[in-house]
Structures are given as C-alpha cells and as structure tokens.
C-alpha cells in the first residue's frame, strides 16, 4: 500500500510509479506472506510411495496444523539430500533437522542400536513390539541421545528382512555359503551372514539396485515393501523367507535444532509422529498380507524356510556370544527378557 501527502486526487499510472521513487514525499509499505518460525527438513532414504513417506507427510502436516505454521517441517524422500552414511552426518550437523533412519545403519554412530537387529531372535511382531515399545526400545532411544542426537518418536516397522537371489533359492543354512550378498554397511548384518558362511559386502542403499543388476553381488536382503517400492523384483528371480532380522526406523533429530523448539511444538511434533508410526506399522502388516502375491505376479518366486534351523545353525557359532560381549550384560538381560536365552 502506498500512502502519499494529498496532492491530487486523481492518480495516473505515471503519478503511480512517480511515487513509488518520491520517497521524501511517500513511504511504501509491503506485506509478506507470514513464514513460519521454524522452517525444518525431514529426509529419508525411502520410495515416495514407501508407507513411511505417506505417514510421516501426514503427520508433517497436522504438525504445521496444530502449530497455527508455526512449525513447517519439509520432508525430502529418496535419498534426495545424500546416501543414508551423508544424511547421519548432516543430522548430527544440523544441516538436517530429522532424518529417518534404519537401526542398522544407526548402528553405525550408536553400535547399541544395532541390538534389536540381532539375527533370528524375534519370532514374530507381538514380540518385537512388546520389546521396542518397552525396554529395549527405551534403552536404544537412551543410547541414541547420548550421541548429541535426539529421537523424535517410538520407533517405526522397517520389517521383517528377507534374503533374495538372482542365482538359487535359499532353503538351509547351507545355502548361504559362499552366497554374494548386499548388505547395509552395518556390522550386525554383516556378522550374521558371515557367521551362516555366506560373503556379505557393504553397500549403500543408493547403489543397490545396480549392484543387482550388474552382478556385483547375487543376492540381497530387506523387507517386502523396500523390494516392491524399489523394483528390486526386477533384477532378482528368488526370495526366501529367512525374516533373519527384524529392522526398525529411527527419526532422529539434531539435539540443537529439537531444543531450539518451545516445549509445546516437541510435545505436538512426538504425538504426531508417534501417531503416524502407529498408521505406519498397521500399513506395513496389512503390505506384508498382499505383497508375496502381488511380487509373485511381477515373476519373483517365493520359498518358506524352516527359521529355526538357522537360528540353531547360528547358535553353533560364537554369534551370540559375542555379541553378548559387545553389547554388556545389562543390555543383553534386557533383549532375554523378550527373546528368552540366547546364550
């Protein structure tokens, strides 16, 4: 709005644009669009149509909702701001305010962490819920904060992990030997199948679907969502159903950007993402119901394995031992109390 000392009442375009330079004689007055006080990033590694992009959306925006926009918070899907190793980097910086994470790559900053990824020790969610929504979940999150980052919610459902091949079923343990297989660059995933004799080898998550497909490794393993959401079917022929480890995600959250906020907005931030975590984990069963039907129709072939049988065949080993001896006795008494012994 341009206000103006009287002078004339008719104005003319070129009166108009006069006065936009007569400063001395007037004063201009601009709006702007109210921003929010807090402008934050969310980044993750997965699909956009990943169930845990869809939710955390939503629960973005009953945040921005429920703050009156005094907190927006963008998310950025697909490894859009870095691989999952740059993004922890840049959370624990600042440069990201959230990042979702999987317990297994988290493990490399926080090696507790990687506790609930402990190879065939979960039979099924009941179990892994009453342990991650309980203790161990509250000893992980404890963890994690020690690390000058925060975690902004209960944990979300990664999913049960699944072995597929380019090159034979798995069936037995035996099958795993000498088997090149992608794994995240997290020491418990590699343990687990060097112990069981196959050849894992580290490997982002961005570099994956190529690795695949120009024969760097045979085989890989995740969750049936992550292989529908990427394709993975496409360069894949087998999948067996090993469920060898359970996987959590993590939104964590830079210590200083998550103290900056007032106390009300972390209250509302946790209650929404807890909130979607709960949408998350329902969308990722109800997945798990439909999904070896849906990938069987896109050409993977599917074969149950006895789990037991590689629980046993690792137990042979010194996998839980030493694990054991890495994680402390407190930690390991508070994954028995769910698990029963391992050891």
Not at 172 to 197: Q, Y
Request: net charge neutral; proline share 4%; glycine share 6%.
């Amino acid at each position: 709005m341009i206000k103006c000392s009287p002078q004339r009442r008719g104005i003319t375009r070129r009166t108009l644009l006069a006065a936009g330079a007569a400063l001395p004689l007037c004063s201009i007055i601009t709006r702007r669009a109210s921003a929010a006080e807090f402008s934050y990033k969310l980044a993750t590694g997965q699909d956009p149509t990943h169930p845990l992009n869809i939710r955390a959306q939503e629960a973005l925006d009953r945040i921005r909702e429920a703050t009156g926009g005094q907190l927006d918070i963008r998310l950025f899907p697909g490894n859009q701001l870095g691989s999952d190793t740059d993004l922890l980097s840049q959370v624990r910086m600042g440069a990201v305010e959230f990042f979702n994470l999987s317990s297994s790559i988290v493990a490399t900053l926080v090696p507790q962490a990687s506790i609930v990824n402990t190879g065939f020790v979960f039979p099924d969610y009941d179990a892994v819920w009453h342990a991650l929504d309980g203790d161990l979940g509250a000893y992980v999150r404890a963890e994690i904060a020690k690390r000058g980052i925060m975690t902004a919610s209960r944990v979300w459902d990664n999913g049960f992990r699944h072995v597929t091949t380019s090159t034979r079923p798995i069936q037995t343990p035996e099958d795993l030997r000498g088997l090149k297989i992608r794994v995240p660059p997290a020491a418990m995933l590699t343990s687990v199948f060097r112990a069981l004799n196959a050849g894992p080898s580290p490997i982002n998550f961005n570099e994956l679907y190529s690795s695949l497909q120009t024969g760097v490794v045979e085989a890989q393993e995740n969750p049936l969502a992550i292989i529908a959401t990427t394709r993975l079917y496409e360069v894949q022929k087998y999948c067996s159903l090993t469920g060898h480890v359970w996987d959590g995600y993590w939104i964590l959250a830079n210590r200083r950007a998550w103290q900056a906020l007032p106390e009300n907005l972390r209250d509302i931030v946790s209650a929404e993402l807890d909130h979607s975590a709960g949408d998350e984990r329902a969308d990722i069963a109800k997945l798990t119901e439909t999904l070896r039907t849906n990938l069987s129709a896109k050409g993977l072939q599917f074969n149950d394995v006895d789990t037991d049988a590689f629980r046993t065949a690792l137990g042979k080993t010194s996998f839980y031992r030493d694990w054991k001896a890495k994680f402390g006795d407190e930690a390991w008494r508070i994954l028995e109390k769910t698990t029963g012994s391992l050891v």
